[in-house]
């Protein structure tokens, strides 16, 4: 199984970039996904996640209004759309799945790490200000 995360890069502050996740191996259409981040010295945390249906989202605050998640599922593809990056962004992306997650339509997705099960490998977004 594999979830392999890319479009990271370097930029500049006020800049835009898109993150890509591509699952193999499973689908994970029916689950909740979601985007972590960990930075150099920091626990990694969750940035924004969706649910299966695309009814319901969580952002973390500090990106509230800047990113934007999204998916694909007849692709296996997960969207992330970061705008406005800042220095504080920086950091490593990680694309993630919860098969723990409700399947409810309407179920919200898990906003909680602990809850996201699988992993992929990481894509660096770089902020310079």
């Known amino acids: 199984v594999q979830l392999q995360a890319s479009g990271g890069g370097l930029v500049q502050a006020g800049d835009s970039l898109r993150l890509s996740c591509i699952t193999r191996g499973r689908t994970f259409s029916s689950y909740a996904m979601g985007w972590g981040r960990q930075a150099p010295g920091k626990e990694r945390e969750l940035v924004a996640v969706i649910s299966w249906s695309s009814n319901s989202t969580y952002y973390l605050d500090s990106v509230k209004g800047r990113f934007t998640i999204s998916r694909n599922n007849a692709r296996n593809a997960l969207y992330l759309d970061m705008n406005s990056l800042q220095p504080e962004d920086t950091a490593v992306y990680y694309c993630?799945?919860?098969?723990?997650?409700?399947?409810?339509?309407?179920?919200?997705?898990?906003?909680?790490?602990?809850?996201?099960?699988?992993w992929g490998q990481g894509t660096q977004v770089t902020v310079s200000s």
């Open positions: 993630a799945a919860s098969t723990r997650s409700d399947g409810r339509y309407t179920a919200p997705p898990p906003n909680t790490i602990g809850e996201y099960n699988y």
